[in-house]
Structure formats: structure tokens, C-alpha cells
């Protein structure tokens, strides 16, 4: 069972099923004092579906990585040792039959988002990680798909939960750049080509720093156009972090440097999340 956990990243899905809740009563307005089934019960079945289907993305994303995880994460390979390559793929299946079969009793527009991300993350490990930014582009549009789902469905909300879909989005794409920096060396040997190896380091951390200086931009586009004074606190609050974020890349040239951007980036998003409740 542990070795399941660490399989689907257990801690990371109770962060996504945490957000998700998050968004339909802070963004979307479900009361949390609410008895409502109606409300509840489809929400439910959306996180289960959600966390099931990201679960099964795990799974495929270490079954094609096993290899380069042994020189990039050698603590974190769990197929081949603790679980066989084909029980690991017979999981992969079953959970992600799940997830869609569930996202598909609610409704066709959940159904077919369900679809389109498992499909998305079983392309993203088989090929689109090893190319430059697509893949990364990919993670993130999933990453904000998964909070506009819940709007989606309950068809309320668009604007806001749009809003974060976009901060989750931009900071997922730094993140996921910051860790292909992070896996550079085991990436190389297998052939992969992601930015940092087509690109070098230096132009990298150069386009990083474009595409912070753009968020930050966007966010006071955003301070000046919106009314909401809850959101413009936090729009400050993180645009100090993001400078720190670009101080500390100038910096960083090693594993250890760039594991704790990435950490750092995490902590970010987690501040977002958290930052639904003063909207």
C-alpha cells in the first residue's frame, strides 16, 4: 500500500482534490454548511474523477520513465522494484477507466474533459515530455483545466475561476520548466529533447525570466481593471515572490538550487489556492 502511495503521489492528490473544493465553495458558491446533494454530490464525483484520472497519469508517467527517474530520482522508482511493470500498467487502466466512466455518468462535458485528460497525460509520457515546451504547456493547460472543470459544470463562476486557471497555468509552466532544469542530466542520456538541452541553461533561465516579467505585467493589467480588492492583495503578494523566484534562478546552477525553486514554485501555487478564501 505505501508503495502505491508513492506510486500516484498520494500528497499531491489531496492537494488537487483539496483545490478543487476549494474553487466550488470560495469561487463557485457552494455553502460548505450546505446539505444540498444536489451540489455535493456531483462535486464529489468530479474530485473522485479528477483524482483518479491524474492518479493514472502518475502511474503511465513512471512506467515510460523508469529509466531516466533512476538517474534523476532514484528514490522515487517504484515500478520494477515494488510493483511489477504489468501491474503498474494494470492500474494505469483500471483507474483511468474509472475516472472517465465517472466524469461520464455526470455529464457529457465532464465525460469528455475526463477523456481529454487522460488521453493528454498518456501523450504527455509517451512523447510530448521529451519534446521542448509542449510539453510543459501541456501539464499546465491540464493543471488549469482542473479548475475550470468545476465552474464548467456547474456553469457559474467563469471569470474568477478563469483568473486562477491562468495564475495556474503561468506558474505551472515556470515550475515545469524549472524541473526540466532540475532533470537535465538524466533527460540527456535518454534522449530526450526539453528546453534546457536544446537550448542551454542560460537561455533557459533567460526565457523564464521573459515569461515572469509577462505574468507580472498581466497581473497589474489585471490590479487595474478589476474591483476586487481581496484579489488585488494577493496579485501583490505574489509578484515579490516571482522577482525572488528570478533572483535566486540567476543564481542556481545546480540540482539542489533548482529542486528548491521547484519547491519554492509549489509553495506558490499552494498560496494561490489558499488565497480563494479572502475572494
Not at 463557485?28 to 454548511?33: D, H, L, N
Not at 493514472?56 to 532514484?74: A, E, L
Not at 486557471?165 to 524541473?179: D, G, H, N, Q, S
Amino acid at each position: 500500500m505505501g508503495a502505491i502511495f508513492k506510486l500516484i503521489r498520494f500528497n499531491n492528490l489531496l492537494i488537487l482534490a483539496f483545490t478543487q473544493i476549494l474553487v466550488a465553495i470560495a469561487l463557485v458558491g457552494i455553502s460548505p454548511a450546505s446539505v444540498d446533494l444536489q451540489q455535493w454530490l456531483p462535486l464529489f464525483f468530479i474530485v473522485l474523477s479528477t483524482v483518479f484520472i491524474a492518479a493514472g497519469g502518475y502511474v503511465i508517467n513512471d512506467y515510460y520513465d523508469v529509466k531516466i527517474d533512476y538517474i534523476n530520482r532514484p528514490e522515487r522508482v517504484t515500478i520494477g522494484s515494488d510493483i511489477s511493470r504489468r501491474k503498474a500498467m494494470f492500474f494505469h487502466f483500471i483507474i483511468t477507466g474509472l475516472g472517465i466512466l465517472i466524469a461520464l455518468i455526470l455529464s457529457w462535458k465532464t465525460g469528455l474533459i475526463a477523456a481529454f485528460s487522460a488521453f493528454c497525460l498518456w501523450y504527455y509520457s509517451n512523447q510530448l515530455k521529451r519534446m521542448p515546451l509542449i510539453g510543459n504547456l501541456t501539464i499546465a493547460m491540464l493543471t488549469a483545466l482542473s479548475l475550470m472543470q468545476v465552474s464548467i459544470y456547474f456553469g457559474q463562476s467563469y471569470l474568477i475561476t478563469g483568473i486562477y486557471a491562468v495564475f495556474a497555468f503561468a506558474l505551472t509552466v515556470i515550475r515545469e520548466l524549472i524541473k526540466d532544469m532540475e532533470d537535465v542530466e538524466g533527460d540527456k542520456m535518454h534522449g530526450c529533447k526539453t528546453v534546457p538541452i536544446l537550448w542551454g541553461m542560460r537561455n533557459t533561465k533567460r526565457l523564464l525570466m521573459v515569461f515572469i516579467t509577462l505574468f507580472i505585467l498581466l497581473m497589474m493589467g489585471w490590479m487595474v481593471s478589476t474591483n476586487n480588492v481581496h484579489l488585488n492583495i494577493y496579485f501583490m503578494g505574489l509578484s515579490l515572490p516571482l522577482i525572488l523566484v528570478v533572483i535566486y534562478l540567476l543564481r542556481a546552477d545546480t540540482k539542489k538550487h533548482f529542486k528548491n525553486l521547484s519547491l519554492f514554485c509549489k509553495l506558490l501555487m499552494m498560496g494561490g489556492v489558499l488565497s480563494m478564501l479572502m475572494v
